[in-house]
């Protein structure tokens, strides 16, 4: 099993835009959950984007005129996002996004943790440290938005277990999951042709089973007005408002 890092920086990392169906289709999807969420910075509004993987949400942030402060421990993936930002007013920051506050040296207008990166800390107790830390570090009315998989239930069974992500005539990337009592192993099994033949890749790491009651408890614990709805890709999207 590896750790989150290590199936990041050495596996799915580097296939990650790919996986998202590119970066222009990445940025439109970006654009229409925050929209579908209410986020909208103003010029010079600083948000942060934690997880921020290749960068789909800062970009989009970026453009509406936000000063972004984007959060990964996968180095090729803030590279990737390096060379996009061009002139764009995103900093990029390799660090775990436990540590984000140290980065922050005001309060923030927005805070951003997108596509299932919550269920990928280590402990819900690391997650509530998380909730906790964006709670504070927003300024009066400033928003957070998270979205994540809800994990509850007994999931998928069998051949269900399989779950096909991305594919083209060169590579195939499969998902294939388990539920345990308190995570979800995750497998992600890349084919990559070479020549007439195909290569398989695998790499396995587990996920949390976050409720998100347990999230939007800890958020109205401290001090936000929480909403909870359906994100795209069918995962939660909870919105906090401090
Ligand atoms: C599923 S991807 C989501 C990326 C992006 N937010 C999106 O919506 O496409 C999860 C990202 O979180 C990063 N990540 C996971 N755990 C992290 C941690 N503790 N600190 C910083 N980044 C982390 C991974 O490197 C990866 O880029």
């Given at each position: ?146 979205t ?83 994100g795209?890709?069918?995962m939660?999207r ?5």
């Amino acid at each position: 099993m590896a750790s989150t890092q290590e199936h990041y920086d050495d596996h799915l990392g580097p296939i990650y835009t790919w996986m998202l169906g590119g970066f222009d289709a990445a940025c439109s999807a970006a654009e229409e959950e925050l929209d579908n969420a209410g986020l909208a910075p103003a010029k010079g509004d600083v948000v942060v984007d934690l997880g921020c993987g290749s960068g789909q949400f800062s970009i989009v942030l970026a453009r509406n005129g936000a000063s972004v402060l984007a959060v990964d421990c996968c180095k090729p993936l803030l590279a990737e996002l390096d060379q996009r930002s061009g002139e764009l007013n995103v900093r990029t920051i390799h660090s775990d996004m436990l540590s984000f506050r140290r980065h922050l040296s005001q309060p923030a207008s927005g805070i951003v943790c997108m596509g299932d990166t919550l269920t990928h800390l280590p402990s819900k107790e690391d997650v509530q440290v998380l909730l906790r830390d964006v709670a504070s570090a927003l300024k009066s009315g400033g928003v957070f938005v998270a979205t994540f998989r809800n994990y509850a239930g007994d999931g998928p069974m069998g051949d269900a277990r399989f779950i096909p992500v991305q594919s083209d005539a060169n590579r195939i990337l499969t998902c294939f999951i388990e539920y345990g009592r308190f995570s979800v192993g995750v497998t992600d099994l890349v084919h990559e042709r070479d020549g007439d033949s195909w290569q398989l890749r695998t790499s396995s790491y587990e996920k949390l089973r976050l409720e998100p009651a347990e999230v939007s408890a800890t958020l109205e614990e401290s001090g936000c007005h929480v909403r909870t709805e359906n994100g795209s890709r069918g995962m939660v999207r909870i919105v906090a408002v401090r």
